[in-house]
């Protein structure tokens, strides 16, 4: 297991040994370029011709036209991704997985945004996605189809705004806390992690129906919410790297008339150099949890559990640093309720409660104008377990457990090349995820991007099935 | 970074004039500089621009400069107004209209003239989801100055001047594009330069209409590093300004412009535009411009 995780590490180091010697290449390549010989020569004539720049002033009048088409933002792209290191991942000492190199993704999606303030106050805003699964993607593959397709609502809801006061109704997204990607607040939407494609969790953000009501006072900010029908994070697909074949499937939420709903509140006042916003909420947990079924071909019943947030969250800016801190405090949660999105976390059967403590702790550095690094640590621990003579605990529940996520980015050329990359891992060292991204815009509406994602699991961890992974991704995408 | 720093581009260095005169008085560089914070203000209070940014690797063709590659290209909108004792703070907003992967993106700066009390921004991000603050640095710290959304242009290129922090020279006087201007030496003093990342800065100031056609940054080395190049220079609202912008980068022989290619001045602005508010809120932010617009139209 150790040997596996430093054989990982290793391959991390590498890869950011890359990441650096391009990066000092790079600027090498730059500086060399000297225009003194040019730039002394006062036969050169320096006062430009505006119309290298597309002519902005001769262009004046056609950019006041108001085109309904100026309300949509559509994004198309190609996406490839794929396993690329074949190993082994021993299950038993005589058992184990063979991971072969395997195309995961061969995917068309098309994003389309419509945001048209069509009166005075008023606001429609929509987003949809569509996608075609090319033969070779997980989700042809499990249908044995050459391509699949599917269609998925994002956003759409109604806004209005007067006064101080602004009103939306509708599918949206409510995000709570400072800490970027890894704060304890940030629990009020619900998330897919569909495939290895999404890592950050801004990207894998559902929208869901609420009605939200900000009030906008002199000195400091309201921002309210109702979820009429709250959803919950959807069970992995079949075919994705996250869903593992077993003897029963997971099913969704059923109702059957019951009347859930969630409502939380925040207030926000910025002061000299921080903000500081407290909340509370009724929320139910986002991560359905499953029992395993007593009987045989018997499908289990998710079970949702309501419970109340309270949460504090401050930033502070320090010249280029900014300290960011969130604390959540969550009362009545469930045991089980931490695992990893996938089917294999299945709980112990148990419907033991606790009360969770949690806080978010991280900075962002901007190295200069184009570097920026940021740090987060989430750690958690529970409290008051209400466990019963039945239930069978390891005892690490009773143990602080949480992640850190760090992220690097350096824009080269104006933002036209950005290089980027992520390490993520648990407070217990035993699973680390490291990803790097680059990303090339040809023009304002071009841009090819590549991915590399290592993996490495120590044998208890949830990503232990994922261990010694490397997945290599490219991305073609045309904004318009 | 912010909608104020632009106007400080065009007003700072490449001054605007008033219709105050220095004849009559013993002509300095700091009297020529000085005129340059007062149509800052005057530029700054109530304003309402429409802008380009445009960014590119540049060389040299048929002896002009001109871009090596398609410019990336950016339009802007922003809104500005003073505040404060002598109205010598400033709250402004930019929001970022074109291309489409950037729309929305929005920024709102406050910048303080006291002594000490670091300028606040924050951002809007779509991706995010909400208002994040700025950890950019302050240009009055030893920090890196930060680029103006991606550009060639920085915080410090563009911050006012506080003249007390420098001396001036008036090396020559001689003629640039056909135009006579006072070739003016910028140093820091010994305090400033631990704060700024120029050695010194020379400008070149038109005599008639006290704009600065051209000014050169030297790093410590005394190797320019910068030059930036002022164009279309018209009468705006009663104020000389240069309408376009452009900066060289001489290290990453990199440009951008700036055109600002629609420039209102003293038009009414709520203070409840200059918020938070206006970031995340779309209704309300359009809304408020559409008025703005209906007005200039």
Redesign the interface.
């Given at each position: 297991m150790s040997s596996r995780l430093g054989r990982a590490r290793t391959k991390t180091t590498r890869f950011y040994s890359f990441i650096f010697l391009f990066g000092v290449i790079y600027g090498q390549d730059?500086?060399n370029?000297?225009?003194d010989d040019?730039?002394l020569d006062d036969?050169?004539?320096?006062?430009?011709?505006?119309s290298?720049?597309?002519s902005?002033?001769e262009t004046?009048q056609e950019?006041s036209k108001n085109d309904w088409l100026d309300n949509f933002?559509?994004?198309v792209s190609q996406q490839l991704y794929s396993q690329i290191n074949h190993h082994r991942i021993p299950i038993t000492p005589t058992l184990s997985i063979d991971r072969k190199r395997d195309l995961e993704i061969n995917r068309l999606g098309t994003n389309v945004r419509y945001?048209n303030?069509f009166a005075?106050?008023?606001?429609l805003?929509a987003s949809a996605q569509l996608r075609l699964h090319w033969a070779g993607d997980y989700q042809s593959e499990v249908e044995n189809k050459n391509f699949e397709w599917e269609f998925r609502g994002n956003e759409l809801f109604l806004?209005?705004?007067f006064a101080?006061q602004?009103i939306k109704l509708g599918r949206q997204?409510v995000?709570w806390g400072e800490t970027?990607g890894n704060s304890v607040l940030d629990v009020i939407n619900i998330n897919e992690f569909r495939d290895f494609s999404i890592i950050d969790i801004?990207?894998a953000?559902l929208n869901q129906w609420l009605l939200v009501w900000?009030f906008?006072g002199d000195d400091s900010?309201f921002s309210s919410f109702i979820n009429f029908f709250p959803e919950f994070n959807p069970n992995p697909v079949r075919g994705s790297p996250f869903f593992f074949e077993m003897p029963f499937d997971l099913t969704e939420y059923d109702r059957e008339g019951d009347l859930i709903f969630e409502v939380g509140t925040k207030w926000k006042r910025?002061f000299?150099?921080s903000?500081v916003s407290l909340m509370a909420a009724y929320l139910y947990e986002n991560q359905l949890s499953f029992d395993v079924p007593s009987e045989a071909f018997k499908n289990p019943k998710p079970k949702v559990n309501d419970f109340v947030l309270f949460g504090f969250s401050v930033?502070r800016?320090?010249?280029?640093?900014?300290l960011n801190l969130d604390i959540a405090y969550s009362h009545d949660v469930l045991l089980g309720s931490f695992n990893f999105l996938s089917n294999t976390s299945m709980n112990s059967g148990s419907s033991s409660k606790a009360n969770r403590l949690g806080t978010s702790f991280g900075f962002?550095?901007?190295?200069?104008?184009?570097q920026n690094i940021s740090i987060g640590i989430q750690a958690q621990k529970l409290t008051n377990i209400d466990s019963t003579p039945f239930d069978n605990f390891s005892g690490n529940e009773r143990k602080v457990f949480g992640s850190w996520l760090a992220r690097y980015s350096n824009?080269f050329?104006?933002?036209?090349l950005t290089v980027s990359s992520t390490l993520q891992g648990d407070l217990k060292g035993e699973s680390l995820l490291a990803l790097m991204d680059v990303t090339y815009?040809l023009?304002?509406?071009w841009?090819i991007s590549t991915q590399i994602i290592s993996i490495s699991a120590a044998d208890n961890s949830p990503l232990f099935l994922f261990s010694e992974d490397v997945r290599l991704g490219a991305t073609v995408s045309f904004?318009? | 970074m912010n909608s104020n720093q632009f106007y400080r581009v065009f007003s700072l260095i490449f001054m605007a004039s008033f219709t105050v005169s220095v004849l009559g008085q013993e002509i300095t560089g700091l009297s020529i500089m000085q005129l340059v914070d007062d149509a800052q203000r005057q530029t700054n209070n109530s304003s309402f621009n429409k802008m380009q940014l445009s960014s590119c690797k540049f060389g040299v063709a048929s002896g002009r400069i001109t871009c090596a590659e398609k410019p990336r290209v950016k339009s802007l909108e922003s809104v500005a107004k003073n505040y404060g004792p002598n109205l010598k703070d400033t709250k402004s907003v930019t929001i970022t209209i074109e291309p489409p992967s950037e729309r929305g993106i929005g920024m709102l700066n406050f910048t303080y003239d006291e002594i000490g009390r670091d300028n606040e921004t924050w951002l809007y991000l779509s991706a995010i989801g909400r208002v994040k603050r700025i950890a950019s640095g302050d240009s009055d710290e030893e920090t890196e100055p930060a680029s103006l959304f991606g550009s060639e242009f920085t915080t410090e290129d563009t911050e006012t001047g506080k003249l007390e922090e420098y001396s001036f020279e008036i090396l020559d006087e001689t003629e640039i594009a056909g135009r006579k201007v006072w070739k003016i030496e910028m140093t820091p003093n010994e305090e400033r330069s631990k704060k700024t990342r120029y050695s010194r800065q020379i400008h070149y100031i038109d005599k008639e209409r006290h704009v600065a056609l051209r000014s050169e940054m030297y790093d410590r080395y005394n190797k320019e590093v910068k030059r930036l190049m002022a164009a279309r220079v018209e009468l705006v609202n009663e104020v000389w300004m240069a309408r376009s912008l452009t900066m060289m980068n001489l290290v990453t022989n990199r440009l951008s412009n700036m055109a600002f290619v629609e420039i209102y001045t003293d038009v009414t602005i709520d203070d409840e535009f200059l918020t938070q508010r206006t970031l995340t809120d779309v209704a309300f932010r359009e809304t408020e411009l559409e008025k703005l617009r209906l007005i200039l139209d």
């Open positions: 730059n500086s370029k000297s225009l040019i730039l036969n050169i004539d320096f006062a430009f011709d505006d290298i720049f597309n902005p002033f004046e950019s933002t559509i994004k945001q303030v005075p106050g008023w606001l805003q806004q209005r705004s101080n602004t997204t995000v970027l801004e990207d953000r900000d906008f900010d910025s000299k150099g903000d930033n800016a320090l010249g280029k640093l900014l962002e550095y901007a190295v200069n104008n184009n824009a050329n104006n933002g036209n815009n023009n304002d509406k841009a904004s318009f | -």
